[in-house]
């Protein structure tokens, strides 16, 4: 049990353009998400908190405009970056919480902005 | 100071020894305790999730946690090659709430 998916696993796209990463609990349901971002050894680093129904909680210095999370059903969570630009090329994992309050984490996705 | 500290390594270690990981904490408030391992381009996969200080076992690994010190540790027994991973501490205040990652100690086990 305790499965979380993301799709997709890798995306190459121009500078400029949008990129949308979900993120799904596959058999439970999740009132909160976490979105986090991880660059080349380096921890994984808090981006926003996503809440069934809500708008997201970002984190200091994360720009809700160009970072947009949509949590639209208990098993389905989205990260949009708008305007991608090469510097926000990273590896992006979700978490979902359960109703235990443990967090399993999704298998990430790569992200390259050319 | 970071809230949480954790040596990168890389650590390197025979097949079947005992590892020892460890994380330092700067915030008293950190009740829930997890360690994660994660192999490269993959999601962390949660190994132990323990609660205020005390130790739990599951199979090979062993956490401990020291509140009084701010320490908490992983061992790992007879340590495989399959186990040769990052493994990273995290903690919160609130059960539930976001987590605060260590930076991840790389564990090398060579048969």
């Given at each position: 049990g305790a499965v979380v998916s993301q799709h997709p696993s890798w995306v190459i796209c121009k500078s400029g353009t949008s990129v949308k990463i979900e993120c799904r609990s596959l058999d439970f349901q999740a009132t909160t998400m976490f979105w986090y971002r991880q660059f080349p050894k380096q921890s994984l680093m808090l981006m926003a908190t996503s809440n069934e129904g809500s708008k997201a909680t970002y984190e200091q210095g994360v720009e809700k405009d160009k970072f947009l999370i949509n949590h639209?059903?208990?098993t389905l969570s989205t990260l949009t970056v708008t305007?991608?630009?090469?510097?926000?090329s990273s590896f992006y994992i979700c978490s979902a919480r359960t109703s235990q309050e443990t967090q399993y984490f999704g298998p990430g996705t790569r992200l390259l902005v050319l | 100071q970071k809230e949480v500290e954790q040596d990168p390594g890389p650590l390197s270690v025979p097949e079947g020894a005992i590892v020892s990981l460890n994380c330092t904490y700067s915030?008293?408030?950190?009740q829930y305790f997890m360690w994660y391992r994660q192999y490269s381009r993959k999601g962390p996969e949660l190994l132990m999730y323990t609660y205020s200080s005390g130790n739990k076992e599951d199979g090979r690994f062993t956490a401990q946690v020291d509140k009084s010190s701010k320490y908490i540790s992983l061992f790992i027994r007879?340590?495989?090659?399959?186990?040769s991973a990052t493994y990273l501490c995290a903690m919160s205040v609130?059960?539930?709430t976001a987590l605060i990652f260590g930076k991840g100690t790389t564990l090398s086990v060579s048969s």
């Open positions: 639209a059903s208990l305007s991608a630009h090469p510097e926000d | 915030n008293s408030a950190f007879d340590s495989q090659p399959s186990d609130q059960a539930g």
